[in-house]
């Protein structure tokens, strides 16, 4: 990205747990949908980034695109915000979470960045996820999440991509929840933070 270039918004939230651990610093980065913004479906993202942080040694990162729909610009933001927070805070592991069109951004993302570890996506579209396969290869864990009332993408979306992905893999249907999986928001931030924790408070081997 050209210096003249505006970058990604991005709201980085910071753990002030000091207890010792045994994992190196590490960062849950949640992009939205097609049109942008920081909240995520159901507005879930501002708990999950507090709530994410009362673990010690982790990073929480809101991301807004530059060009939200624009899907390689959109890619090309989120590596740069991962570079970013390594050169900024030296994270060591990534966990990311994409919404609707995020979730052909963070599987795109992940498998070309080496530092993700796994990635969750909540409604995900199919366009744009050709390298869902990559991510096992490479030893990146997937968590899909959809409602099966979804009049947006409907839920066959993230059971090809669970088909499609390696193992570890996890599908989560919803059912008769919408597109946001608003009648869901608490099971599916609890099971997100679940999967996150999983990946980046895993102790050094």
Do not use: F, W
């Given at each position: 990205?050209?210096?003249?270039?505006?970058?990604?918004?991005?709201?980085?939230?910071?753990?002030?747990?000091?207890?010792?651990?045994?994992?190196?610093?590490?960062?849950?980065?949640?992009?939205?949908?097609?049109?942008?913004?920081?909240?995520?479906?159901?507005?879930?993202?501002?708990?999950?980034?507090?709530?994410i942080i009362e673990n010690s040694n982790i990073i929480s990162v809101q991301m807004d695109y530059r060009f939200p729909g624009d899907l390689n610009p959109c890619i090309e933001d989120l590596i740069e915000t991962i570079d970013i927070l390594v050169s900024k805070y030296q994270i060591e592991r990534v966990v990311l979470v994409g919404w609707s069109f995020g979730g052909a951004v963070v599987i795109s993302a992940g498998a070309q960045h080496n530092l993700v570890k796994a990635i969750a996506t909540v409604a995900s579209q199919t366009a744009g996820t050709s390298s869902v396969n990559q991510l096992a290869q490479k030893g990146k864990a997937c968590l899909f999440i959809h409602g099966t009332g979804d009049q947006c993408l409907p839920p066959r979306c993230s059971e090809q991509l669970y088909r499609l992905a390696g193992e570890p893999k996890e599908l989560v249907l919803y059912n008769g929840d919408n597109h946001g999986v608003t009648n869901h928001r608490y099971e599916a931030k609890d099971k997100i933070k679940e999967f996150t924790l999983k990946y980046l408070c895993a102790p050094t081997k």
């Open positions: 990205m050209a210096a003249t270039e505006r970058r990604a918004n991005v709201r980085v939230h910071i753990s002030k747990n000091v207890q010792q651990c045994n994992y190196p610093r590490g960062a849950l980065i949640m992009v939205a949908g097609a049109g942008g913004g920081y909240t995520g479906p159901a507005a879930i993202y501002p708990d999950l980034a507090q709530e």
